[in-house]
């Protein structure tokens, strides 16, 4: 075959017309580029500032158990250390504890984003609801929310909004 023979083949690319095309966007409307991710120390301040904030609504101060294992762990030192801690600390367990099992897939792939669970998924659900009187979560440490900096970095933000707590057993510069 000679190159003329090809060209004849090849369909033919028919033009975009101009009103078609995106214009490149103002420098006011281009996404910001995302913040830094604070150091371990002021995510464990703003946790703590938040915590205080959840304590100072009037009323007892309820909280869920909230556990993360992986395939075949057990969570009962789990609980049973969380328990210790929410008791230690005068806070009333509202409900049974919330369990989320990360599966052999989960882990290979980090199971990061703890939205993505269905427990945590409703432990956030009785947060959010005004007629809960569930004020905070408390878990083992922060690697049961997330292991991502980003991530958890979002979910405190979201706690302090709803005026929520979180207690952790290991604070985020012990892990």
Not at 7 to 22: K, S
Not at 75 to 94: E, F, N, Q
Not at 107 to 127: E, I, K, M, S
Not at 133 to 152: H, K, M, Q
């Amino acid at each position: 075959m000679n190159a003329p023979t090809l060209t004849t083949h090849v369909p033919e690319v028919a033009p975009v017309p101009t009103g078609r095309r995106l214009r490149p966007r103002a420098d006011a409307q281009r996404p910001k580029q995302p913040l830094p991710v604070p150091a371990l120390a002021a995510l464990q301040a703003l946790r703590h500032t938040m915590n205080r904030a959840a304590l100072s609504v009037p009323g007892p101060p309820y909280v869920l158990l909230y556990a993360l294992t992986g395939p075949g762990q057990e969570t009962h030192d789990d609980l049973a250390a969380i328990r210790g801690y929410a008791a230690a600390k005068h806070l009333t367990v509202h409900e049974p504890p919330i369990v989320d099992a990360l599966d052999d897939t989960d882990v290979r792939t980090g199971g990061d984003d703890p939205l993505l669970r269905r427990g945590y998924a409703r432990a956030l659900q009785l947060l959010a609801d005004p007629a809960c009187p569930v004020r905070g979560v408390v878990a083992v440490s922060r690697t049961a929310i997330t292991i991502a900096d980003r991530l958890y970095q979002d979910q405190l933000t979201w706690y302090a909004a709803q005026q929520a707590g979180l207690w952790l057993i290991r604070s985020e510069t012990q892990i």
